[in-house]
């Protein structure tokens, strides 16, 4: 009952340092999401796939890049992190249907100083 | 662009108490409506989950409730307990993308 898995789960960067956070969902979905969540902002689309090979942007896209290259990850990269990318990521999938659920990960809580 | 609004933000009861949550969007056209539990430095838990067709949706001492019509969707919780304590958050479904409430936090106090 692994679901949506992120790695890591912590996170700390120095400004210009880069990385990639990884989805990992074992439900065979076709959509899968990054978003962030800020105090008091809610939570906030960064990018997203419907399926694998494919990739778009969100409400917050500057920043970020993603890759889809097998159904089943998802990965988020920060080229050049900065202190306002300092966050708290999740990652959710869902299925093809237009009638399905939503699956979130944990979260990775990410500081970068 | 769809709006999503849960009040209260924050919600405080005592112990035993029935309660409702309130979550209202704007755009009725909406194929799903799902409500999420987040516990503090948790991810999102799937509470429940009502497809744009169906008016109601139970899950023990919980019952979700949709009016499609009046964009408006409740959550309601009986005989709360401490450990109903968290932010409890609603979105929308309209094709591949999801709408989401900022929530309303709960404390359930003994």
């Known amino acids: 009952n692994a679901g949506v898995t992120q790695t890591p789960k912590f996170r700390v960067l120095k400004t210009g340092q880069s990385m990639t956070l990884l989805c990992a969902q074992d439900m065979n979905h076709e959509y899968m999401y990054w978003y962030r969540q800020d105090p008091g902002m809610g939570l906030r689309l960064i990018h997203y796939?419907?399926?694998?090979?494919?990739?778009a942007k969100g409400e917050v896209p500057d920043g970020y890049n993603v890759s889809r290259l097998k159904k089943q990850n998802f990965l988020l990269g920060l080229e050049s992190a900065a202190p306002s990318q300092t966050s708290v990521y999740f990652c959710?999938?869902?299925?093809?249907?237009?009638?399905?659920?939503?699956?979130f990960g944990e979260g990775s809580r990410l500081t970068v100083l | 662009k769809q709006e999503v609004t849960q009040i209260p933000a924050a919600l405080s009861v005592p112990e035993g108490e029935n309660l409702v949550l309130n979550c209202s969007f704007t755009d009725s056209a909406i194929y799903n409506l799902q409500w999420f539990r987040q516990d503090p430095g948790k991810g999102l838990t799937s509470l429940l989950l009502i497809q744009s067709s169906q008016r109601e949706q139970t899950s023990g001492r919980l019952n979700a409730s949709l009016d499609k019509s009046s964009g408006r969707s409740t959550l309601y919780i009986a005989a709360s307990q401490p450990g109903d304590s968290a932010t409890y958050l609603c979105?929308?479904?309209?094709?591949?993308?999801?709408?989401f409430g900022t929530g309303t936090s709960l404390t359930v106090i003994p």
């Open positions: 796939s419907v399926g694998e090979g494919t990739t």
């Open positions: 959710a999938s869902s299925n093809g249907a237009f009638t399905g659920e939503l699956f």
């Open positions: 979105a929308v479904r309209r094709g591949n993308q999801f709408y």
